[in-house]
């Protein structure tokens, strides 16, 4: 099966590019790459509720790329650094999935990167 790049290669930023992809479509399927809570300065904020803010908007700008949106998410996987940020978490993505809510995944589980509280990784179909 055919697949193509969505969004290009993740880069540091120094420029020095990651041998990874923000999404691969295959077929009708679109798979994002696990999301940070990065700002649009490259920063991640501190707090639960403004880095899965961000991984959301992040989530949306690649999909924009492949003519989807959120909407067409699917599948997520959730990975929170602790779980007393659960409810916290969850208010937040409640408001972005109000209906039809993909299916998800939790886990806890330390992150790549110290300052990160959250990392999510979704499918998306369209």
């Keep these: 099966m055919k697949h193509e790049i969505i969004g290009g290669n993740f880069t540091l930023a120094d420029g020095t590019p990651l041998p990874l992809s923000k999404a691969v479509r295959a077929g009708d399927f679109v798979f994002l790459s696990g999301q ?5 300065t490259g920063t991640i904020p501190s707090g639960i509720k403004a880095q899965t803010s961000h991984c959301i908007r992040n989530m949306a700008s690649i999909l924009q790329e492949a003519s989807l949106d959120i909407s067409h998410i699917v599948k997520t996987t959730i990975w929170l650094t602790d779980l007393s940020n659960f409810a916290e978490f969850n208010e937040v993505y409640q408001k972005a999935f109000p209906q039809l809510p993909p299916a998800r995944s939790t886990v806890c589980s330390q992150l790549a990167l110290p300052s990160a509280l959250i990392e ?4 998306a179909y369209g």
């Design 36 to 40: 940070l809570g990065f700002d649009n």
């Design 120 to 123: 999510i990784e979704a499918i």
